[in-house]
Every structure is written in C-alpha cells, then in structure tokens.
DNA sequence: CAATTTTCATTTGTCAGACAATTAAAAGTC
DNA sequence: GACTTTTAATTGTCTGACAAATGAAAATTG
C-alpha cells in the first residue's frame, strides 16, 4: 500500500480513509484482524505514531476496536445499534445547536418522522412498549417534577412509540431527531397547565396505538405537534416582550 | 483539568470524551480555540502523543479542525449538514451491511420516512426540484445503463423528492436512509419490464408533486413500496431456486 | 500424565525528545 | 509606506524507549 504524500490532507487522515473504505466496501469482514501497528507502519511507510492517529479516527467512529496483548490488535467492529444511536445523537445535537435550527423546523421534522412510525406501532407494538408509554404518562403528572425531568420522560414516551414500530432502522433514524430535539424543549417553561394538556394528548395516543389504530395515533399526534409549536410560539413571544 | 489513571478506557479516549463533553454542552463555542497541544498536555498531565491521538478522535467526528502555523490549533468546527450527511451515510450502510438487515425492513424503513416528506414536498417543491426528478426519470430511460448507474438514478431522485420538502433536517435524517439502501437494491438485477414499471412509478410521483397533490403522491409512494419489495422477492426466491 | 505455575513473546498504550513544515506577526530594509 | 527577512508559535512526523496486558508455550509439580 502507499500514500500520496503530496496531498493536502494528513498522512493519518489519508492512512484512515483507506482502511476506511476497505471496511466499508466489505473487502475487510467483521473481526477481521487488522495487521498490527508496526505493519502498518512499514506498509504505508510512515512512522507508527502516525498510523496510531490512523487508527484512533476509525475508532472513533466504531469502525474498529483495539485489544492489548499477545493475540491482540486492531479488529473491524461490527457497528452496533447502541453505537450508531450515540454517534447519531451527538451529530444531530450538534447540528441543529451549532446551525440555529428553528424550533420550528426541528419540530416540523421530529412530528412527521414520528408520523411515519405511528401506523405500523400502532399495529405491532407489544405490551412492554405499552407500559413504557403508560408508565411515563404516569411520571409526567408527579408533581415537583423539574421541566427537565419532564422533558426526559418526554424523549422515553416518543422513543417507546418508535420503537413499538419493530423497525431498528426506523429507531436508529428516529433517535437522533427525538434526542436532539430534548435541549430545544429544556428551553420551554413549562406551566402546570400545559403539562396537562400535554399528557392528555400522550394518553391519546397511547390509547390509540392500544386499539392499535393507526388513523387515531395519526391524528393524536398531529394534535400534539400544533400544540407545540403553538406552545413554544407564545413562550418564545413572551420572552421577546419581557425585553 | 484531570483524569482518571484507573479507568478502564484509554487516556486519550477519556480526553476526547472531556473535550467531546465541552463542545456539545455549548460551553465551547463554534470557531474558539482550543489550548495548543502542549497546553493541554501540561493540563491534562499526559504526553503531547496521548492529546493528539485524542484531538484525532475528535477530527474523525468533525468536531475540530486543525490548523498550523503561528495562530493555528484546533478549533471548534462548526457541524455543517455536508458533514452530517456523509458521516450519517457511512453509519448507515455499515449498520445494514454488517446487521444482516433484511431487505423488507430497510425497504419499509426508507418508505416509511419518505412518505412522512412527502405531503411537505408536494406543498413546497421549488422548480429546480422537478427538473432533478424529471431528469432523473428520462435517464433511467436511457438504453444500455448498467444496474448501478440504474440505482444511482433512482436514489438522486429520491433524494430530490426529499429535498423538496424544504427541511434541512428531514433531508439529513433521511440521506442515511435512501443512501445506504443503494448496495441492498444493487443486489437487484433490473429488467427491462421492471425499469419501466419504476419509471411510471416514478413519473406519477412527480407528477402529484407538481401537481401539489399530498395524497396522491402518498399512493404513489406505496404503490412504489410494494412493488419494489414484490420484485426483490422475486429475485431472490429465483436466485435461491437456481441452486 | 494432568494440572498448575512460570516464563516469554507479541501487541497496544504512553512517554520524551527531536526536527520538519507551515503560518502569521514582528522586525528590518529600501 | 511598501516590500523583504526574520522569528516565534503551532501542528505534523519520526525515532526510540518502556510499561501494561495477554495469550501461548515451557517448565514445574503432584
């Protein structure tokens, strides 16, 4: 192997992106051994140090995992659920605080993905994601819960609901858009009032997805997200005037 | 700043997680400078190697950027939906390629989030929208195009009726979906008669979006759904029945 | 012989120091 | 003032070393 040194990009960022695609295209299976740092080294004739900063870009991106040791070494992980999850979260958390997303927007999206989910929840959902909906129905209406907790058992009661799809692809998509929405809601103060309504509108759609009705759900849900952006326009327009 | 010699995880992956913290909580602010290498080194009481394998970390996931010279460093980047698409892509198809993702759910998955853009679409397509599917759809009539060049067209069409909808955020979400079903529908090998069933599929789906028609570009849509699963199926019963 | 312990080789993790490459600011020159 | 040269700061790369982990082989023991 070899490495263009006349490019403007890193040796380590170039050493990544071909071990990159050799993951991805498939060429490397999944816990295949990646020769060992000093190979490398000698391979794409650079120094181990390097190859090191290689390896740590691929790590970071779960794409490898490292063991100490004699049989030790570098080998391809095979990205999991719960790795991708995080990794999606970070990102989309990122991007909508770093590029002054509308609450609008954000809010447009999380309900029309959620929408997708709904009818086939409504048909497939088992009874622990049942519970998991009435249980957090139930958290959301303890008093002295701070906004947020609230806005916590809020992220839970929507994740139950994709979830209940059945679909992990449909989860996977869906966790980042639900999860980086949570700080854009931190910023709402919610009243007693509004929880209220808030958790009449969840035990619709929980009762909805129970009759595994998929129309209802639909249609619950369209109700809560106008009543978001609703509430969140009247929050945020209270706060312009207080200045 | 400090850190913990006991822990199980890397020293340099317990930085990247410190500095990781920093950055998504908003306390660092896009375009700051990060102390020099040999800053945080003295802070964090490890060598300038363990830093820089951690700063590459963080790189890996477009967090920073570096720069040399007299005022250079690591910055915060700020996370631009460019970056997001193509980290979201290469997540994606990991996750299906190496999960055994069947195509059924991956095909219901992308449906699914594609009918949710769909209403938006049809309400807030601009012309230039339309061009791209129109010209996607008389290339995919084009004699002698290969399968791949087949399916490209078919995702850049796809991706036009996404984009369409005029959410940034919609579009990123769903770049991971459409991009990373492309290997699975490779795995599709088109026939003449299938091509052209897509094609008019695919031309009443532009036409209800010129038509601003939300519910007619919906059926569409699941007409599309269900076909393209039928013909996966009948590929892959023939290709197990050819053994 | 079987079970246990010890030794050993391999590999990653960390460190220290050096030099090259790059870059912008500072100093010098006309 | 405009231009050139110098300088200092910073990242990128290399080298060599040692520590820590770990499984396999060898030695030991009953």
């Keep these: 192997m070899k490495i263009d040194p ?3 990009k890193d040796l380590s960022a170039q050493i990544a992106s071909a071990i990159r695609d050799a993951i991805v295209s498939g060429a490397m299976p999944v816990d295949e051994r990646l020769p060992s740092e000093a190979e490398l080294a000698d391979q794409f004739e650079v120094s181990r140090s390097t190859v090191r900063e290689a390896l740590k870009r ?3 991106q779960s794409l490898i995992r490292t063991q ?4 030790g070494g570098a080998f391809v992980n095979r990205l999991r659920y719960a790795d991708a999850y995080s990794q999606q979260i970070t990102t989309s958390t990122l991007l909508l605080s770093m590029n002054a997303v509308s609450f609008e927007t954000a809010c447009e999206a999380r309900y029309a993905l959620e929408r997708a989910c709904a ?3 409504a048909t497939r959902r088992t009874p622990d994601h049942l519970a998991t909906m009435r249980a957090e129905i139930h958290r959301q209406g303890q008093p002295g819960l701070t906004d947020e907790a609230f806005c916590a058992s809020d992220v839970a009661f929507h994740r139950a609901l994709v979830d209940g799809a059945g679909n992990p692809v449909l989860s996977y998509q869906l966790a980042g858009a639900v999860e980086a929405m949570q700080p854009l809601m931190n910023m709402i103060t919610f009243t007693a009032r509004s929880r209220e309504r808030i958790i009449t509108l969840h035990g619709g759609i929980a009762d909805a997805i129970e009759a595994q009705d998929g129309g209802a759900a639909d249609a619950a849900l369209v109700e809560l997200a106008e009543y978001t952006v ?3 326009q009247s929050v ?3 706060r312009a005037a207080q200045r």
Excluded: N, W
Excluded at 68 to 71: K, L, N, V
């Design 119 to 121: 009818p086939l929840s």
């Design 236 to 238: 945020f327009e209270a």
């Design 6 to 8: 006349t490019s403007s």
């Design 58 to 60: 691929l790590a970071a």
């Design 230 to 232: 609703a509430l969140a």
């Design 68 to 71: 100490r040791g004699a049989t």
